[in-house]
């Protein structure tokens, strides 16, 4: 598979984010999935009536980025506001390059009062399911930063995880340590798409990446700037990295539970 991630500052409304979108798949032409920050589709750090205003204009907004996959032959995983009762949710979708809706996730751990004042959580994890012959489950930020819920994806069969994220400065160790961590623990590629720039009184820290299941970056995004990283993942390395690192299967359960 390979894969595009694109890192990039906040666009002001949906119309504008999803025009940027548009310009970033037709520049990531020959890979086989895009993957987009948290909320990119209409702003994180925002008025909290605008994320409601935006989460109702979901299936809409579903159907643009649809129309992105088809007309550009990619598959794209994208944050957005979906709706929610009694507050949206932080969400993501995922969409094939025939423009077919493969997933939707509601991120499952919100993190500090920019989350919580917004948002309401999901109550489920991610689906496993297949996107360019392999298989996938989404989590959104803060939820990689929790050992049990990559664990959790990696049981279920995930061979990546895609990560779309809106992690503010000073977090720079998540993308630098937490998460090369939750590839290698666990054996799975990660790919985990940051925001750089500001928005409102949040400065975002790029540093978006990909990472191999041996923990390695394939491909990493500097702080501060919008670009697009891609890597190829292969079979071969998922394979390695599952025979050197035996962690899957030596871990006991019954010891925590």
């Known amino acids: 598979m390979k894969l595009a991630v694109w890192q ?9 984010a999803l025009t940027a979108l548009d310009a970033a798949a ?17 702003g994180y750090a925002i008025a909290p009536g605008l994320i409601r205003h935006h989460a109702g204009m979901a299936d809409g907004l579903i159907a643009r980025i649809a129309e992105i996959c088809t007309r550009h032959d990619i598959a794209i995983v994208c944050g957005l506001a979906l ?17 077919r809706e493969l997933s939707r996730y509601a991120k499952t751990h919100l993190f500090g009062p920019t989350d919580n004042g917004r948002f309401m959580p999901g109550e489920t994890i991610s689906p496993v399911f ?28 995930a061979d990546l995880l895609l990560v779309p994220t809106a992690n503010m400065v000073p977090f720079d160790s998540v993308a630098q340590r937490m998460v090369p961590t939750r590839a290698e623990e ?13 928005e409102g009184e949040v400065t975002y820290g790029g540093l978006s990446c990909i990472c191999g ?3 390695d970056d394939l491909a990493r995004a500097g702080h501060d700037r919008s670009e697009t990283i891609t890597a190829t993942l292969s079979r071969d390395g998922l394979d ?8 899957r299967t ?3 359960p019954e010891l925590f539970t």
């Open 250 to 252: 030596d871990r006991r």
């Open 83 to 99: 709706p929610g009762h009694p507050l949206p949710l932080n969400g993501a979708v995922a969409i094939d390059r025939t423009g």
């Open 130 to 157: 297949d996107l360019a012959g392999w298989k996938v489950a989404l989590a959104i930020c803060y939820d990689i930063e929790f050992p049990e819920l990559a664990q959790a994806l990696a049981q279920r069969g």
């Open 213 to 215: 299941a041996d923990g």
């Open 240 to 247: 390695r990295a599952r025979t050197l690192q035996t962690h």
């Open 8 to 16: 990039t500052e906040p666009h002001n409304g949906p119309d504008a």
């Open 186 to 198: 666990n054996a799975v590629c990660i790919a985990y798409a940051n925001l750089a720039g500001v």
């Open 26 to 42: 037709r520049d990531a032409a020959g890979a086989d999935v895009l993957l987009a920050p948290e909320m990119a589709i209409g």
